[in-house]
């Protein structure tokens, strides 16, 4: 589709994302919107796209691609969000690709040098599901992360978390404690095994993550015109 920029996007198998400039393909990411607010109750923005960027994710078979999903993100956000809107088309929810998305912004987001986090409030459905992405990774982290001191700094920078976010998932699971004016990381044994059974089982969904060698993708400040 013309006004679709793959140069900066990324591809693996039969798996794209395009990034579209709200500014340039206003009418485009307009309805994108619109479509958008059909499925998600707390959806306002369709208008004023100018100051977004959005990504598309599509699935690619003999007849072209297909969008599966995307997120808007705002070009300068002050508080370093990395996702205003995503979305998922229903006949591929429950597919895995709601965290693929998720993943991918924090992709864009470390290839930045920032620390992301969705825009807030967060919807119902929306703080399950980053609850969710942020458990398999910090759990994902736990198991190969050996060193004996485990520190929400270090864990931020090595997977571009924000820290609130680290420490709200941490205590809705359980895993950190407060003790004598320090906080202490917990490492549950039953939920970093039932982690590894999950990734192995055959029922589990696809597990759908970035490709970072795959990302194809300059931040707007280093790109050359």
Same mark, same amino acid.
């Given at each position: 589709?013309?006004?679709? +920029?793959?140069? #900066? ?7 794209? @994302?395009?990034e579209?400039? $709200? ?7 307009? +309805? ?7 499925? *998600?109750?707390?959806?306002?923005? #369709?208008y ?11 699935? #690619? ?10 997120? =808007?993100?705002?070009?300068? !956000?002050?508080l370093?969000?990395n @996702? ?11 597919? $895995? &690709? ?6 991918? !912004? ?9 620390? $992301? ?10 703080l @399950? ?8 990774? *910090? ?5 190969? &992360? ?7 700094k270090?864990?931020s920078?090595?997977? $571009? ?5 680290? @420490?709200?998932? *941490?205590?809705? &699971?359980?895993?950190?404690? #407060? ?9 549950r044994?039953?939920m970093? !095994?039932? &982690?590894?059974?999950?990734?192995? =089982?055959? =029922?589990s ?19 050359k015109?």
């Amino acid at each position: 589709s013309s006004g679709i +920029n793959a140069e #900066y996007g990324y591809r693996k198998e039969s798996v794209s @994302v395009f990034e579209v400039d $709200g500014r340039k393909n206003k009418t485009y990411c307009q +309805n994108l919107c619109l479509l958008a607010k059909l499925f *998600l109750d707390h959806k306002t923005l #369709y208008y004023d796209v100018e100051p977004f960027m959005f990504y598309i994710l599509t699935e #690619y078979d003999r007849k072209g691609c297909h969008i599966v999903g995307y997120f =808007s993100k705002e070009k300068n !956000s002050f508080l370093c969000y990395n @996702v205003s809107c995503i979305l998922v088309l229903p006949p591929y929810m429950k597919r $895995g &690709y709601g965290k693929m998305l998720i993943d991918f !912004s924090y992709a864009l987001s470390r290839r930045e040098g920032k620390l $992301g986090s969705p825009e807030k409030p967060l919807s119902d459905l929306g703080l @399950v599901s980053y609850r969710s992405y942020w458990k398999d990774k *910090l759990l994902e982290y736990f198991l190969t &992360y050996n060193e004996p001191e485990i520190t929400i700094k270090h864990i931020s920078q090595t997977l $571009g978390f924000n820290p609130y976010d680290i @420490v709200s998932t *941490l205590q809705a &699971y359980g895993m950190i404690k #407060y003790h004598k004016s320090t906080h202490f990381i917990l490492k549950r044994p039953e939920m970093l !095994s039932a &982690y590894k059974r999950k990734q192995t =089982s055959v =029922s589990s969904l696809p597990c759908r993550t970035i490709d970072m060698s795959r990302l194809k993708w300059t931040p707007p400040h280093q790109r050359k015109y």
